[in-house]
């Protein structure tokens, strides 16, 4: 899981209305245009759904029980929209083991502003568990 969310936090509101402000007055509508076919409609989508107040409710923590394969997560320290609370739900709900990456200087997408750490904080978290505990035995190389 890369910057999960299981709760919503004010830290998340405030962002969240920050974001659309800056949609509204800087060039993010354009940048985020290439990811999107239909560009308002996702922002507006996620951004209103944030901000609706019934939605300060929104809390999905009670489901991480049903995981039962170990988890890795990896959040930004610097994550503009969660902080490690949402890691210590995780911790706290879930009955696998989990694995916790905090990448340091980079905010709620580590994948983009920090891809090296991010790629490799996956690949041994892999490693460890495809390989090193499940082993290779009787499988084809």
Same mark, same amino acid.
């Given at each position: 899981?890369?910057?999960?969310?299981?709760?919503?936090?004010?830290?998340?509101?405030?962002?969240?209305?920050?974001?659309?402000?800056?949609?509204?007055?800087?060039?993010?509508?354009?940048?985020?245009?290439?990811?999107?076919?239909?560009?308002?409609?996702?922002?507006?989508?996620?951004?209103?759904?944030?901000?609706? +107040? *019934?939605?300060?409710?929104?809390? !999905? @923590? $009670?489901?991480?029980?049903? =995981?039962? &394969?170990?988890?890795?997560?990896?959040? #930004?320290?610097?994550?503009?929209?969660?902080?490690?609370?949402?890691?210590?739900?995780?911790?706290?709900?879930?009955?696998?083991?989990?694995?916790?990456?905090?990448?340091?200087?980079?905010?709620?997408?580590?994948?983009?502003?920090? +891809? *090296?750490?991010?790629?490799?904080? !996956? @690949? $041994?978290?892999?490693?460890? =568990?495809? &390989?090193?505990?499940?082993?290779?035995? #009787?499988?084809?190389?």
């Amino acid at each position: 899981m890369i910057a999960p969310k299981f709760i919503v936090e004010d830290v998340s509101v405030r962002s969240i209305a920050e974001i659309k402000q800056a949609y509204e007055t800087t060039e993010l509508r354009s940048k985020l245009k290439r990811w999107h076919s239909d560009v308002d409609n996702a922002f507006y989508g996620w951004n209103r759904a944030w901000l609706d +107040p *019934e939605f300060r409710a929104w809390d !999905i @923590s $009670e489901y991480l029980a049903y =995981i039962r &394969v170990p988890v890795a997560i990896l959040q #930004g320290a610097d994550d503009q929209y969660g902080t490690i609370r949402q890691i210590e739900i995780a911790q706290q709900e879930c009955y696998c083991p989990v694995d916790v990456t905090i990448i340091p200087r980079a905010g709620h997408s580590p994948h983009r502003e920090a +891809p *090296e750490v991010t790629l490799h904080a !996956i @690949s $041994e978290f892999a490693e460890r =568990i495809l &390989v090193t505990h499940e082993g290779s035995k #009787g499988r084809a190389p």
